[in-house]
């Protein structure tokens, strides 16, 4: 341990002179610098605090002797040369603190770098930093990432921080989600104490984050079960959600994510951008809990709930690069399956790159509407059951008869659309009308097949299932 009187010794510290107080009333536990004197009153105890010309502006050598043995500091080093006082003699003394007076032609942080060094050589000074910070990480088990980071600045007397990447000049120590890079806690100095630190507070990190990955990984399968089941055991799948902490009682939005550029589902780095697009937006204070976030079908489903029917209006610009649908405003269970059928509806009209709002879509969502229904899924799939006997033409099927339907019963124009030559549509179409035994110029059954092909297409069924491809 270092006392006054031993930090008087070394080479930073022989411009400092003694004015008053003991000089090994207690031992210094830690250098700081201070410029304005409230700094002063959340000293540490122990501190050897070195005052700058504006902390005394104002401020008398006594009122700072009167705090740093309230605090009890074991030093005060005021600028210049300092007078002495009966008064200042004795108010030192009580309060066991030393008062030093700093050379006028050193720099404050030659000084205090100098003298920092000089206690973090010291060994047994660099254990007990270490032990009390970990000590302290460990009383604080379970808190948050911020907290955490807080914590360990405040008891070993540097500023961590988290990065994605270490920079070159930083030092870093690396954090680990089940053994896999995760970031890094950095921070600057050469302290060894915090290095040590460093490498605890990583792994309490890891742990923090691997805990809170597993709980949202539980939301969102629990939120995907609920949206695949029947509307038989919606109650169950609720409830399992409940569980899982998915706010089930509030009034939820969907979000409905495409990428142009990834027609047959996002890639991981997308998925990746839009949870850390969604974490770090400011939505308000509103939310019931943290929005859900997952991957589902073709696309990625952001989900917002609150308490009250407050998140009607979300931001266009919040899904940069990316094909959005947001549903509307659903409460409940049933309102949370109703959104994101919407969100993922409004998605299909939406223009590459743009965003749609299932309220604005005019017909297309009355259609949209009958796509999410199951029941209207079974009688499409039931209308167009037969087409699975078509052999090799069965998984064209439904797509020719729609293109078909869609351009009025032009083969040309249908032909255009599925890349095909008319003849081809022809006897396509031919075999598909006598598969179905349906009467093609009939508008009353036109409709019905058009609509039964939008319903199965737009939850893209397998052939003969009720099963959304992309959910098996």
Same mark, same amino acid.
Request: with cysteine; aromatic share 4%; net charge negative.
């Given at each position: 341990? &270092?006392?006054?009187? @031993?930090?008087?010794?070394?080479?930073?510290?022989?411009?400092?002179?003694?004015?008053?107080?003991?000089?090994? /009333?207690?031992?210094?536990?830690?250098?700081?610098?201070?410029?304005?004197?409230?700094? $002063?009153?959340? /000293?540490?105890?122990?501190?050897?605090?070195? $005052?700058? %010309? &504006?902390?005394?502006?104002?401020?008398?050598?006594?009122?700072?002797?009167?705090?740093?043995?309230?605090?009890?500091?074991?030093?005060?080093?005021?600028?210049?040369?300092?007078?002495?006082?009966p008064d200042i003699v004795g108010?030192?003394?009580?309060?066991?603190?030393?008062?030093?007076?700093?050379?006028?032609?050193?720099?404050?942080?030659?000084?205090?770098?100098?003298?920092?060094?000089?206690?973090?050589?010291?060994?047994?000074?660099?254990?007990?930093?270490? %032990?009390?910070?970990?000590?302290?990480?460990?009383?604080?088990?379970?808190?948050?990432?911020?907290?955490?980071?807080?914590?360990?600045?405040?008891?070993?007397?540097?500023?961590?921080?988290?990065?994605?990447?270490?920079?070159?000049?930083?030092n870093s120590a690396v954090i680990?989600?089940?053994?896999?890079?995760?970031?890094?806690?950095?921070?600057?100095?050469?302290?060894?104490?915090?290095?040590?630190?460093?490498?605890?507070?990583?792994?309490?990190?890891?742990?923090?984050?691997?805990?809170?990955?597993?709980?949202?990984?539980?939301?969102?399968?629990?939120?995907?079960?609920?949206?695949?089941?029947?509307?038989?055991?919606?109650?169950?799948?609720?409830? %399992?959600?409940?569980?899982?902490?998915?706010?089930?009682?509030?009034?939820?939005?969907?979000?409905?994510?495409?990428?142009?550029?990834?027609?047959?589902?996002?890639?991981?780095?997308?998925?990746?951008?839009?949870?850390?697009?969604?974490? #770090?937006?400011?939505?308000?204070?509103?939310?019931?809990?943290?929005?859900?976030? =997952?991957?589902?079908?073709?696309?990625?489903?952001?989900?917002?709930?609150?308490?009250?029917?407050?998140?009607?209006?979300?931001?266009?610009?919040?899904?940069?690069?990316? =094909?959005?649908?947001?549903?509307?405003?659903?409460?409940?269970? @049933?309102?949370?399956?109703?959104?994101?059928?919407?969100a993922r509806a409004a998605a299909?009209?939406?223009?590459?790159?743009?965003?749609?709002?299932?309220?604005?879509?005019?017909?297309?969502?009355?259609?949209?509407?009958?796509?999410?229904?199951?029941?209207?899924?079974?009688?499409?799939?039931?209308?167009?059951?037969? $087409?699975?006997?078509?052999?090799?033409?069965?998984?064209?099927?439904?797509? =020719?008869?729609?293109?078909?339907?869609?351009?009025?019963?032009?083969? #040309?124009?249908?032909?255009?659309?599925?890349?095909?030559?008319?003849?081809?549509?022809?006897?396509?179409?031919?075999?598909?009308?006598?598969?179905?035994?349906?009467?093609?110029?009939?508008?009353?059954?036109?409709?019905?097949?058009?609509? /039964?092909?939008?319903?199965?297409?737009?939850?893209?069924?397998?052939?003969?299932?009720?099963?959304?491809?992309?959910?098996?």
């Amino acid at each position: 341990m &270092h006392h006054v009187s @031993d930090l008087l010794r070394t080479p930073a510290g022989r411009r400092l002179t003694l004015v008053a107080g003991p000089w090994d /009333a207690r031992p210094v536990e830690s250098v700081i610098l201070v410029d304005e004197m409230r700094e $002063l009153e959340s /000293a540490g105890r122990g501190a050897l605090a070195i $005052l700058s %010309r &504006h902390a005394m502006h104002g401020a008398g050598v006594l009122e700072a002797l009167t705090v740093a043995g309230r605090r009890e500091l074991a030093a005060i080093v005021v600028p210049g040369p300092s007078g002495t006082s009966p008064d200042i003699v004795g108010t030192a003394r009580r309060a066991g603190v030393a008062l030093l007076a700093g050379a006028s032609d050193q720099p404050l942080s030659e000084t205090v770098l100098g003298l920092s060094a000089v206690l973090r050589a010291d060994p047994s000074l660099l254990l007990r930093r270490t %032990r009390d910070a970990i000590e302290g990480l460990g009383a604080i088990e379970g808190a948050g990432e911020d907290d955490i980071l807080r914590a360990a600045s405040g008891a070993i007397g540097v500023d961590y921080g988290v990065a994605e990447v270490a920079g070159p000049s930083a030092n870093s120590a690396v954090i680990r989600v089940d053994g896999r890079p995760d970031g890094y806690v950095c921070w600057d100095g050469e302290d060894p104490a915090a290095a040590i630190v460093a490498g605890v507070v990583a792994t309490t990190l890891g742990r923090v984050r691997a805990s809170a990955r597993a709980a949202e990984g539980a939301r969102e399968q629990a939120v995907l079960a609920l949206l695949r089941v029947g509307v038989k055991e919606v109650r169950t799948a609720a409830r %399992r959600a409940r569980h899982e902490g998915v706010p089930m009682e509030g009034w939820h939005v969907a979000v409905f994510l495409r990428d142009p550029a990834s027609p047959a589902g996002p890639a991981e780095a997308t998925t990746r951008r839009v949870r850390k697009a969604v974490a #770090t937006a400011p939505w308000g204070e509103d939310l019931a809990g943290s929005p859900v976030v =997952t991957r589902w079908q073709d696309g990625i489903l952001v989900l917002f709930t609150t308490d009250e029917r407050a998140v009607a209006d979300l931001p266009n610009d919040a899904w940069p690069r990316l =094909t959005a649908g947001i549903g509307t405003c659903q409460p409940g269970p @049933d309102g949370l399956r109703r959104t994101a059928s919407q969100a993922r509806a409004a998605a299909g009209r939406a223009v590459a790159g743009e965003v749609a709002r299932f309220d604005r879509l005019g017909a297309y969502a009355i259609l949209a509407e009958l796509g999410g229904s199951d029941s209207a899924l079974v009688a499409a799939r039931d209308m167009l059951a037969p $087409l699975d006997g078509l052999g090799v033409l069965a998984d064209h099927a439904v797509p =020719t008869l729609k293109a078909y339907l869609d351009s009025w019963g032009s083969r #040309t124009r249908a032909a255009e659309l599925l890349n095909l030559h008319p003849n081809a549509v022809a006897h396509r179409i031919r075999r598909i009308s006598e598969a179905l035994g349906a009467d093609l110029s009939d508008p009353q059954t036109r409709f019905a097949l058009h609509v /039964a092909c939008h319903v199965v297409l737009d939850r893209e069924c397998l052939p003969g299932t009720t099963d959304a491809v992309s959910s098996l």
